[in-house]
């Protein structure tokens, strides 16, 4: 087990069922607000549950990020141009 949680230490989930169900627990009850979930209730859960909590956590907060970078170039793109699109809105 103390080589299970030296690798957890380091390269966080992976090391072991046991300790990837107290992390999924942990972000779980993040998520839902609250204590909803015991790391020894997570195999109850079903692979459908399990793939939300883990797109909320990990795809959702990626996504985002890409977004607003999108949203960061676009304008910078409209202050160098600021007469872009505007002969559009006007007809």
């Known amino acids: 087990m103390n080589n299970a949680l030296l690798a957890a230490a380091t390269k966080g989930a992976g090391s072991t069922e046991k300790i990837n169900a107290v992390y999924l627990a942990k972000a779980i009850n993040h998520l839902s607000g609250g204590a909803v979930v015991a790391?020894?209730?997570?195999?109850?859960?079903?692979?459908?549950?399990?793939?939300?909590?883990?797109?909320?956590?990990?795809?959702?907060?990626?996504?985002?990020?890409?977004?607003?970078?999108?949203?960061?170039?676009?304008?910078?793109?409209?202050?160098?141009?600021?007469?872009?699109?505007?002969?559009?809105?006007?007809?």
Do not use: C
């Open 39 to 91: 790391p020894w209730e997570i195999d109850t859960l079903d692979q459908e549950w399990i793939d939300t909590f883990w797109l909320m956590l990990v795809d959702l907060p990626k996504a985002q990020q890409n977004s607003q970078e999108i949203e960061s170039i676009k304008e910078k793109i409209r202050r160098e141009h600021p007469t872009f699109g505007k002969r559009y809105k006007n007809k």
